[in-house]
C-alpha cells in the first residue's frame, strides 16, 4: 500500500506565502500531497489548493494584496476587514463544501470561549478558513456550530499532532513561525505584526540591556510563552521532514513583498528535496 503523505501547513501571516513556493516544488518533484492539514495562512492556501486551483494562480491571487498591510484594506473595522478577506476566497471558493475538494483538508481554530483546539473537515469552506485565520484583535471570532472559533495558531501554528491523528505514514511539515532568536528581545509589537519600523520610539528600545516598556515586556512574554508551547509540540508530534523557510524578515500581517517569501519556501524545499524523496525510496513507508 502506498504510503499516506500528510502536508502540514502553519501559520504566519504574510510569511504562509512560503507554503505556495513549497507547494511548486513538491509537484514539479512528484511528491504526492494525499491530506493537507492547514492553520491560519496554511488553512487559506491548504484549502485554495486542494479545490484545484494551481500554485501560479494563488501566488496571482496573493499578489492582488501586494502593496498592502491588513490594516490598510479597512483600518477601522475588524469586522470589515474579515469581509475582505472574505470576498477575496469567494473569488475561487464560493459556495463550496470540504467535500468538494480534489485533496482531503482539515483546518484548525480555537474555541476561544472554552479554550478547545477544533479540527474542521466537513461543512462549508469559507467560514472554517476565516475562524482559522481569525487572529485577535485582527479579525473577530466565527460563530461555527455554537462555538466561538478563533485562528488555530493560538494553541499551536502548526499541527503536526493533527497530522499524527489521522493517521499519516509521511508527515511534511512547513513551519513559517518566527523562531524567539530573530526578535530583537524588547521590539515593540506593532513592529513586530505589522513588519515596519514605527518613526519613534513609542513602546521602548531594541536594546535587551534596556528596561522594557510595559507593551514590549507583554509582547516578549507572549513570544516566549508561544515559542515553548511550538517547540513542545513538534517534539511530542515531530513530522518527518520539518521546512522552515527564511522569512523571519517578514511582519505577518504585512503584505508589501510576496515574492520573497514565495521564493523562500521554494529554497527551503528545495534544499530538503533529497530527504523528502528518501522517505519514499527506502521503503520504510510502503
Known sequence: MAAKTALVLGGGGSRGIAHIGVIDVL???????D???????GAI?????????????IAEEMSALQGNTIFSMNIFSARARQRDIEKQLERQLKGMRFADLKIPVCVMAVDVVTGQEVAIDNGPLI?????????????PPV???GQQLADGGVIDSLATSQAHTLGADVIIAVDVYPALNTDAPWVDPISAIMGFELPFNLFSGTDWTQTPG????????????????????????PPDVLLRPDVSNYGSLDFT??????LAGRIEAEKHLDS?????????HE
Not at 513583498?257 to 514565495?262: A, S
Open 143 to 145: 460563530h461555527i456550530n
Open 45 to 57: 492556501i491548504g484549502c485554495l489548493f486542494a479545490s484545484g486551483v494551481q500554485p501560479h494562480v
Open 276 to 284: 523528502i524523496k528518501a522517505l519514499y525510496n527506502d521503503g520504510s
Open 127 to 139: 467560514p472554517a478558513i476565516l475562524a482559522s485565520a481569525a487572529v485577535p484583535a485582527v479579525f
Open 257 to 262: 513583498d510576496v515574492e520573497g517569501p514565495y
Open 214 to 237: 510595559v507593551m514590549a515586556s507583554m509582547w516578549r512574554s507572549f513570544r516566549v510563552m508561544a515559542w515553548h508551547i511550538h517547540q513542545e509540540r513538534l517534539k511530542n508530534y
Open 35 to 41: 491530506t493537507i492539514v492547514g492553520t491560519s495562512m
Open 27 to 33: 509537484i514539479e518533484n512528484n511528491i504526492p500531497i
